[in-house]
């Protein structure tokens, strides 16, 4: 069976899905329905994509945890700030679900994005919803734009590829560098291209079993589907020198990319050889740890195959980010790289991180305390 094949028909079969009967009164009565025993209760029909950006350092990832109220995530203040602006009614804090509230992408504490998206139904009620929503969120948050979107949407399944980038100091990418940031550090050359070579064995499908958790090889979902691994020239910031490596796929699992950039670390500082990189596709458990959270940004979420079949039915909005650049250029600019960045020079979390790699037995299964 051909995994490839296999994977690109999951994502072209994707939901198909009818369009909403709209009233053409525009009454509220055609975007809403009343909660069963309670008159007083509305419940959203249509459904809107949320598109936000967000500095993730300081939040224990994208996902709510009810069972952990006190630990703040990207959701809850989006969800708080949501019912603050009367675009949901506060009854649903607790039970999303029943407003089909989905994401696109989980990312992990201290991720950050640039295009995260979201879907859920919202009252009709809810006037400017995006500037009034950007008024109760904290200055680390902010939605973009909103997009009125199909019924059965599923930002999770017609996500057609995700990027992501990683911004890591140069001297984790090479074995003749320092252990901490150095102003008179530059990466040579052939570093830079061996990286890139050891990269590109990321390109096309893989079993990658090993780099995430609580996944066997035998699973189908272990195998993942690589459009483009990169990594950027370095650019100097504050003296020390940094680099992005970029990363698109179908879709990630859990750890995924953070535990191929470690690998990847681990190479570069001679702690394990080139070939271990292929052997961590096969059969064999292989305990990988992932790079620090802090440098992964998620850059962009692509709907293509969504916004060629509905996107100009009449009836809904392409989702597309074009328009949005400007803002999420700022938002970048002055938000997350220079949290990413100072962050990185302030904590020194790459250099803690390779220190403890140096002592990391790829081979022993044990609890790998995140940086």
Not at 198 to 225: Q, V, W
Not at 338 to 358: A, F, R, V
Request: with cysteine.
């Amino acid at each position: 069976m051909n995994v490839l094949l296999t994977l690109q028909s999951m994502a072209k079969n994707k939901e198909d899905v009818p369009h909403e009967e709209l009233d053409p009164a525009g009454t509220i009565n055609a975007s809403v329905e009343v909660l069963e025993n309670n008159s007083n209760i509305q419940i959203p029909k249509r459904k809107f994509a949320i598109m936000l950006a967000y500095c993730g350092r300081g939040y224990y990832g994208m996902q709510m945890d009810l069972t952990r109220p006190n630990f703040p995530t990207i959701e809850s203040a989006l969800i708080s700030a949501l019912i603050q602006a009367r675009c949901i009614p506060e009854m649903f804090y607790m039970q999303m679900k029943q407003l089909k509230f989905q994401r696109c992408a989980r990312t992990d504490k201290g991720v950050s994005a640039l295009s995260q998206l979201v879907s859920v139904r919202l009252l009709p009620s809810c006037s400017n919803p995006v500037e009034k929503i950007n008024s109760h969120l904290p200055p680390e948050i902010l939605i973009i734009d909103m997009k009125r979107v199909t019924k059965g949407f599923c930002p999770k399944k017609m996500c057609d590829k995700r990027s992501y980038s990683y911004m890591v100091p140069t001297f984790a990418l090479s074995c003749c560098a320092p252990s901490v940031p150095d102003s008179n550090f530059r990466m040579p050359r052939e570093d830079f291209h061996n990286i890139n070579n050891l990269l590109s064995f990321y390109k096309g499908t893989h079993n990658f079993h090993n780099f995430t958790s609580r996944k066997a090889f035998e699973d189908p979902s272990s195998f993942r589907h690589m459009l483009d691994v990169s990594c950027s020239e370095p650019f100097v910031f504050h003296g020390t020198e940094f680099a992005q490596i970029h990363i698109t796929g179908q879709s990630f699992m859990l750890y995924q990319i953070r535990k191929m950039v470690g690998l990847i670390i681990a190479i570069a500082q001679g702690i394990v050889p080139a070939d271990f990189l292929p052997q961590c596709m096969q059969r064999e458990k292989i305990n990988i740890p992932p790079a620090p959270g802090l440098g992964l940004v998620l850059e962009r979420v692509h709907f293509d195959w969504y916004n060629k079949r509905y996107g100009g039915d009449g009836f809904h909005q392409p989702i597309s980010w074009e328009k949005s650049m400007p803002t999420v250029s700022v938002f970048w600019e002055e938000r997350i790289l220079p949290d990413i960045l100072e962050g990185e020079l302030e904590n020194l979390s790459m250099s803690y991180w390779i220190e403890k790699l140096n002592r990391h037995n790829f081979l022993m299964f044990q609890n790998y305390k995140e940086v």
